[in-house]
């Protein structure tokens, strides 16, 4: 079996901790916060006290200034444990790597220290009712009026929308301006005018609170403008590749986790007289299985290691997300198949895996716009010839 080769002796000593820390704070609790919708703040603030939490921020803002590596050690952990909540991928991943990129000293100062330690929860304000992957297509606008701006609009589907702190929000500065006129915000959710709506009800990811935010004539400062006037969507384009590979490197942990869950149920449940391990279709089966999560495994590392290189592009992100994404969905079906009627039991890991899994073909850009930027790829030296 290939070995994988991207993780020294700290980083696996961090992986300990942090199947301790799930062990110890989110495994005994969990069923509860599925039922809520919800888990509590504390648990965010636990977290950054142990350190899971933007370990790539820098130390001058409160962070351990680690490599991404440390930040895939907890998402693959979180997915291996099988439980959806906290939502700490958007936390980390996204919203502090946006203001970390893009964000003024000022923006640095004021919310990275705090999201280090959990004491603000970030979340990432793109989609609308209307726009979900077609980011140039949204309304929620931003007028000038002095040295403020007036934000008025409403954003859906969106993870950490009932406990978050600060919202990276894409706006348009200019209705009419396309992609040209999108802006990002960071907008402080204690501002008047803002309003989250109810906790949505979801098929899986039942305890990653989800929820409709409202904008109403919310004043923030100018100088809450993340990077440029106008330039909102080329920002969002350079942090699109990141989010793809987040989701990719989660559903090869759960595919790889959803296998191992299998062999062990069907090495121990009998029919027939032998176990369901000793059939041959369930041995073919989970070859197939297991072969198709080997290579979306080694993929994956690869478009890890670019990534860190600073080599990983669009199109590898998409073909990574589009595959592997797919396959997790796969795997998680077939081998919920060989649980039979305890399959179907909310009680089992499988169970909550397959309801869970029917997102990530969705969520960073759904499956077909995948195929979209990689076809467009494939045929653009035919347009510029």
Known sequence: MLKRNLFNEDHEAFRSMVRRFIDNEIAPHHARWEEAGIV???LWLKAGAAGMLCCTVPEQYGGAGADYLFDVVVFEEMARSGFSGPGFMIHCDLVATYISTFGSEAQKQQWLPKMVTGEAIGSLGMTEPHAGSDLKAIRTKAV?????????GQKVFISNGQLCDVIVLATKTDIAGGAKGVTLFLVD????GFRRGKNLSKLGMKAQDTSELFFDEVRVPASAMLGEEGKGFELMMTKLAQER???????ATVAETAIEWTVDYTSQRKAFGKTIADFQNTQFKLAELKTEAVVGRQFVDRCIAAFIKGELDAIDAAMAKMWVTNMHCRVVDECL?????WGYMWEYPIARAYADARIVKIAGGSIEVMKHIIGRQMFAHLKQG
């Open 144 to 152: 000038r009026d002095g040295d403020d701006f007036v934000i008025s």
């Open 40 to 42: 509590p703040r504390d």
């Open 189 to 192: 959710t204690s501002l008047p």
């Open 337 to 341: 198949q060989f649980f039979g009627g």
């Open 245 to 251: 590979l987040a989701q990719a490197i989660r559903s």
